[in-house]
């Protein structure tokens, strides 16, 4: 079974430092993407930033960067400059050929002030 | 730009009653449309999917069911609420590129709360 594992549930952080987010996931398939997204209170998901696996260059999105290690098969995601609207859930997910995407428990994310 | 809607936004619903929740994505065409369900402070379970007009794939058993009557309308339906039914309901679409579905882009949700 295809799975994603974020081992932290709860991270806090001050304001304009940096933090980051965990995440492992187990496939066998060699042609997939990784996400993460962001749930704020209005519980909207969010899409944050996007990885392809072919893709050796790790993404990066203003102040949001991902490490990926393929054959680790991780996945973490840096907040830089960390500010009070960065406050909220963070799911760690991944899609495969078959049209499923897989999310993990997510990361409660504090910034405080 | 595309955009996607879902409502209503907030719902409660005695036992036994007749759920209808909605999504509409506009400024595109022959999307991927997903159901799924989040249970508070849990992630999301993926509840059914769609890939055309009329094609619907199930991936948890339970007392829902989708309906796609048209290319940018997907349909949450029951004919009787269960108390295990309540939850944020999160609709979502993607399109295909190459060989792959990409990224899936999600709708404001619905809180759906059963007494």
């Known amino acids: 079974a295809q799975t994603v594992t974020q081992s932290q549930p709860e991270m806090s952080v001050q304001e304009a430092e940096t933090v980051t987010l965990s995440c492992t996931y187990d496939?066998?398939?060699?042609?997939?993407?990784l996400f993460w997204y962001k749930q704020p209170p209005s519980r909207q998901m969010i899409l944050v930033i996007r990885?392809?696996?072919?893709?050796?260059q790790n993404a990066t999105e203003n102040r949001f960067s991902v490490n990926f290690q393929k054959a680790a098969k991780s996945f973490s995601l840096k907040i830089s400059d960390s500010q009070l609207g960065d406050t909220a859930m963070y799911f760690c997910?991944?899609?495969?050929?078959?049209?499923?995407?897989?999310f993990g428990a997510g990361t409660r994310l504090t910034v405080k002030p | 730009s595309q955009t996607i809607h879902q409502w209503p936004a907030t719902l409660v619903q005695p036992v036994g009653s007749p759920l209808s929740l909605e999504c509409t994505v506009e400024g595109t065409s022959n999307p991927n449309l997903y159901w799924y369900r989040q249970a508070a402070g849990r992630g999301l379970q993926l509840l059914f999917y769609?890939?055309?007009?009329?094609?619907i794939s199930s991936e948890v058993p339970q007392n829902l069911s989708a309906s796609r009557p048209q290319d940018r309308q997907f349909i949450l339906s029951s004919k009787k609420l269960l108390l295990s039914d309540s939850g944020f309901y999160l609709c979502a679409w993607s399109r295909m590129t190459g060989a792959m579905w990409e990224t899936q882009y999600f709708g404001p949700g619905t809180r759906l709360l059963v007494l």
């Open positions: 769609s890939v055309g007009i009329g094609q």
């Open positions: 496939t066998s398939e060699s042609n997939y993407y």
């Open positions: 997910a991944s899609l495969y050929n078959n049209n499923d995407m897989r």
């Open positions: 990885q392809e696996a072919y893709k050796q």
